[in-house]
């Protein structure tokens, strides 16, 4: 069985920074692509980030030049570090990992207000 666990999440003022994890533990294996979504309400779940086992990053246009993804593979996890935040980052954010499958974490709020 595999578990995937967000943390990090919270509320932020506009201009803030968080700095989401993800780590995935059980049997899996070989994870080629690890990735953050994210949902708001009222909205589809769109990608945010996502980065493959050799290091190959991309990003949705909204989070370009705030947003930088990263993973280590010996641990399983991949982060998400989020700067300047706007109040239009504010979703329920997802992790994805996957190797043969997709699995995916159970999401952590990341609200943006003053």
């Known amino acids: 069985q595999v578990q995937v666990v967000e943390s990090g999440g919270g509320l932020v003022q506009p201009g803030g920074s968080l700095r989401l994890s993800c780590a995935a533990s059980?049997?899996?294996?070989?994870?080629?692509?690890m990735g953050w979504y994210r949902q708001a309400p009222g909205k589809q779940r769109e990608l945010v980030a996502a980065?493959?086992?050799?290091?190959?990053?991309n990003y949705a246009d909204s989070v370009k030049g705030r947003f930088t993804i990263s993973r280590d593979n010996a641990k399983k996890t991949v982060y998400l570090q989020m700067n300047s935040l706007k109040p239009d980052d504010t979703a329920v954010y997802y992790c994805?990992?996957?190797?043969?499958?997709?699995?995916w974490g159970q999401g952590t709020q990341v609200t943006v207000s003053s």
């Open positions: 994805k990992i996957s190797d043969l499958r997709d699995y």
């Open positions: 980065i493959t086992s050799g290091g190959t990053t």
């Open positions: 059980g049997s899996i294996f070989s994870i080629y692509r």
